[in-house]
């Protein structure tokens, strides 16, 4: 009796079948590793790699007071960490992977990375305190706190057409050009074909990237998700607590931010079952 209750207990929380070894991260039914790229980095947010280089880079939160958010960036092979100079309350970050331009956010506009000086240079693109950068064709951001979307084109920033009558905080642009956002009420899809905004669902997305095929991927504080772009459909990857942000290596590998730690997840060879909920 008592084991049938325990079981009819992880059937309902959805929980993993407790066997050897697979205790911890498991994505697609593979057991992963987390492996620790950069310690003691305070709530590390809004990851971007850029691909020709291999360097992620993301914001975090500066321990000097006088300055809210730093911008930085992590060489993923070689380990270099370095802090951007020259840009201010550096918050958001999006790669031209065609152009090899790295763009960065901060709270007076919008910056170009010079690999060179490490240092960001402004561009006369913008005055609005970004909180996200996005490239797909084009730059998209995201101000604060009127939470409003732009696209920028021959230099200017426009309004979305079709999200000008929403907030969004989040934004990314799919393989088809349908347009996912995040606001507070949860995520949504403005899909191209049909021009209309529907809701994906209650996700407290903190983080959203696509890897090098363009596939989306993202992040809320308990979780690493995908989204489907054939079926529209999110498929939760797994759970994890305190997740800030999430960016997929060239390779396929998973990197995510978690409080204080950007990490990797390296695939084992150990084989789990798993039955985490799909879709949330
Ligand atoms: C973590 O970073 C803080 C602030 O930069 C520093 O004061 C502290 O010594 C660091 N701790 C470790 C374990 O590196
Ligand atoms: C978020 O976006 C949806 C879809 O456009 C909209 O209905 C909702 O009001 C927005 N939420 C907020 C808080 O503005």
């Known amino acids: 009796m008592k084991l049938i209750i325990l079981l009819a207990l992880f059937a309902y929380a959805g929980a993993r079948i407790p066997i050897e070894n697979c205790d911890g ?31 992620l880079f993301f914001s975090y939160s500066s321990s000097d007071p006088d300055k809210s958010f730093e911008s930085a960036y992590f060489n ?10 020259g840009i201010q309350g550096g918050f958001a970050n999006a790669v031209d992977e065609h152009r090899n331009i790295v763009y960065l956010g ?23 305190n970004i909180w996200q950068l996005f490239f797909k064709k084009d730059l998209y951001y995201s101000s604060y706190p009127d939470e409003h979307v732009y696209v920028v084109k021959n230099d200017q920033p426009h309004r979305v057409p079709e999200l000008i009558d929403t907030k969004g905080m989040l934004v990314a642009i ?15 899809v403005h899909k191209k074909i049909k021009n209309y905004i529907s809701y994906v669902g209650d996700y407290n997305v903190n983080g959203i990237t696509y890897d090098l095929n363009g596939k989306l991927f993202f992040s ?31 390779d396929g590998s998973i990197i995510y931010a978690s409080e204080d730690n950007l990490i990797r997840l390296r695939p084992t060879k150990t084989y ?9």
């Not at 789990?272 to 949330?280: P, T």
Request: proline share 3%; glycine share 6%.
């Open 174 to 188: 799919d393989n088809l050009d349908n347009i996912y956002f995040s606001n507070s009420s949860g995520l949504f």
């Open 25 to 55: 991260i498991v994505v697609h039914n593979i057991k992963h590793e987390p492996q620790i790229l950069k310690s003691n980095i305070s709530s590390p947010y809004q990851l971007a790699i850029d691909f020709n280089t291999n360097t």
């Open 272 to 280: 789990c079952f798993n039955n985490e909920k799909k879709n949330h």
């Open 106 to 128: 901060g709270q007076d506009g919008i910056y170009q990375f010079d690999y060179e000086t490490k240092a960001a240079k402004r561009l006369k693109v913008t005055d609005h």
């Open 76 to 85: 993923l092979k070689t380990n270099e960490f370095g802090i951007i100079t």
């Open 220 to 250: 809320t504080p308990d979780g690493l998700y995908y989204i489907d772009d054939n079926t529209k459909q999110v498929e939760k990857l797994t759970s994890i607590e305190n997740v800030y942000g999430i960016a997929i290596e060239a």
